[in-house]
């Protein structure tokens, strides 16, 4: 199987590219544009580099993977190569920040208590559908890689 070939008749990756985008995508609004009220590209690189300790270029990185691969997602374009670049980027907020905050979200705000991992396992769900499915129905994938005739 070519890695941006997808049956263009299957609606599952469909739904499943819309929900990592309108979950995602404003995140990286927020890191990329200051959209939001988030603090944009300088401030988060500030932050991220300088604040939390990461690497500037693995910061550039979460960046990029937080809100151009779900703009791809969006429009099924390079899923599955979005779908991990999405995937990466959330295996390493979990195991450097979510992994010791337990299993539930913090609903009411609890002051120093993160966010459970809940939220991951769904998020890592769909992305799983992408990495497996590729972008289904409705994709730039389908329209520029698959054969015609063929899905």
Do not use: C
Request: no cysteine.
């Amino acid at each position: 199987m070519r890695i941006e070939k997808t049956n263009t008749q299957n609606w599952v990756p469909l739904f499943a590219r819309l929900a990592v985008f309108f979950t995602i995508f404003p995140h990286g609004a927020q890191k990329l544009l200051g959209w939001f009220g988030g603090a944009g590209f300088s401030a988060t690189m500030d932050g991220l580099s300088k604040g939390a300790g990461l690497p500037v270029f693995i910061v550039f990185l979460v960046i990029i993977f937080e809100s151009i691969a779900p703009l791809f997602l969006l429009f099924g374009f390079l899923t599955r190569i979005s779908a991990a670049a999405v995937l990466i980027n959330f295996l390493g907020v979990v195991f450097t920040v979510t992994i010791h905050s337990g299993y539930f979200m913090n609903w009411h705000g609890e002051a120093g208590k993160g966010e459970g991992l809940e939220y991951f396992i769904l998020l890592f769900a769909l992305l799983i559908i992408l990495l497996l499915r590729g972008g289904g129905k409705l994709s730039l994938d389908g329209l520029l890689f698959n054969k015609p005739g063929k899905s």
